[in-house]
Nanobody, 130 residues
Framework: QVQLVESGGGLVQPGGSLRLSCVASGFPLDYYAVGWFRQAPGKEREGVSCISARDSWRHYSDTVQDRFNISRDDAKSTVFLQMNSLKPEDTAVYYC???????????????????????WGQGTQVTVSS
């Protein structure tokens, strides 16, 4: 079965850290770019980060730059999002998504448009609160 499954969300205090995982099954992840998006109540889905196929490029939105780190382990069909220095405004459901091809999420001017990503996970809730 072709699917993505996120895990690692939870409740954390401001300034804390969480590590999200996205496990792919049913297809070879190494030919796909992987993105992380988030959606807070009443807001549109927002692109957070992405990593290209073969890990040649990584991109972060301005709101998470220098706090989040994306990585991938294709041998385990898993992509990670390490989130540090979390803020209450990071509270959202976090989704991973994939798109096939080595040209996605490459170059200096990446635009994370959710409409371009074809396969989505079910999401994991991240709540940052004291």
């Amino acid at each position: 079965q072709v699917q993505l499954v996120e895990s690692g969300g939870g409740l954390v205090q401001p300034g804390g850290s969480l590590r999200l995982s996205c496990v792919a099954s049913g297809f070879p992840l190494d030919y796909y770019a992987v993105g992380w998006f988030r959606q807070a109540p009443g807001k549109e889905r927002e692109g957070v980060s992405c990593i290209s196929a073969r890990d040649s490029w990584r991109h972060y939105s301005d709101t998470v730059q220098d706090r989040f780190n994306i990585s991938r382990d294709d041998a385990k069909s898993t992509v990670f999002l390490q989130m540090n220095s979390l803020k209450p405004e990071d509270t959202a459901v976090y989704y991973c998504a994939t798109v096939y091809g080595t040209s996605w999420c490459t170059g200096p001017n990446v635009i994370l448009n959710a409409a371009h990503w074809s396969l989505w996970g079910q999401g994991t809730q991240v709540t940052v609160s004291s």
